[in-house]
């Protein structure tokens, strides 16, 4: 599953940013109407990477930003990987 990241530089900082999943829809379950809602989900704006490498593995592992000991390989990656 391919899944789209952001980075920003400001004031020196690198900050990672998943739009697509910071803006998931979710079904409004209390009026049963089947509507969708959409919702923030802070966790994807401004993620430490040593998060964000929970659920997105860039195909090069300098955008990981982390330490060599940090990172993560594929095969890593699909072993920790919730989905």
């Not at 391919?2 to 004031?11: C, T």
């Not at 964000?52 to 300098?62: F, G, N, Q, S, Y």
Request: glycine residues 4%; proline residues 5%.
């Amino acid at each position: 599953m391919w899944v789209w990241w952001f980075w920003s530089k400001f004031r020196g900082f690198v900050n990672l940013v998943s739009i697509i999943n910071a803006m998931r829809n979710y079904d409004i379950p209390s009026t049963g109407s089947g509507q969708m809602a959409h919702r923030i989900n802070e966790f994807f704006f401004l993620t430490d990477p040593h998060k964000l490498i929970a659920t997105h593995l860039p195909r090069d592992e300098r955008w990981q930003l982390l330490d060599k000991s940090s990172m993560l390989t594929q095969q890593d990656f699909e072993e920790v990987c919730p989905f």
